[in-house]
């Protein structure tokens, strides 16, 4: 199996209702167990950031299905690489909003003997609003 983990971002059509965000968490988190995949969803009620986790073919697979997805537009891949590990492989669908959970908005130290994987940087930076939701950044996959 060839485990890779794609991250993208996202802009959201109209901002999710608590019941809307939870309702899409379980039926992720369900499908994606299925399927064998992992990850990491951040929602800032305007723009979404995934990781996603697993088989090169599904998340693929997986990754078009979100393109068409009506609850955001702009989807755009940021990386898609290779990894040996899991960085989130207890997570069907790990969810955070980012409105409702100001303690993530915190800027925490790292250990200095923990390298953090480029997935967890990337999020880091979403959270603290550092990351430029940009129109440069290629909207398909693999362009």
């Excluded at 993208?8 to 809307?20: F, R």
Aim: net charge neutral; proline share 3%; hydrophobic share 35%.
């Amino acid at each position: 199996m060839d485990l890779i983990e794609l991250i993208y971002i996202s802009t959201v059509a109209s901002p999710l209702s608590d019941e809307e965000l939870e309702e899409l968490r379980c039926q992720c988190a369900a499908t994606n167990q299925l399927q064998g995949i992992s990850g990491m969803l951040l929602y800032d009620r305007h723009h979404f950031m995934q990781v996603i986790e697993g088989d090169k073919l599904k998340v693929e697979q997986l990754f078009e299905r979100i393109k068409n997805d009506t609850r955001h537009t702009e989807v755009s891949a940021l990386i898609c690489n290779p990894i040996e590990k899991r960085n989130f492989r207890r997570w069907a669908m790990g969810l955070i909003d980012l409105d409702k959970n100001e303690a993530y908005r915190k800027v925490r130290k790292n250990r200095p003997h923990r390298t953090l994987p480029l997935s967890y940087k990337l999020l880091k930076s979403f959270r603290n609003h550092e990351l430029e939701i940009d129109d440069h950044i290629d909207k398909s996959f693999g362009s």
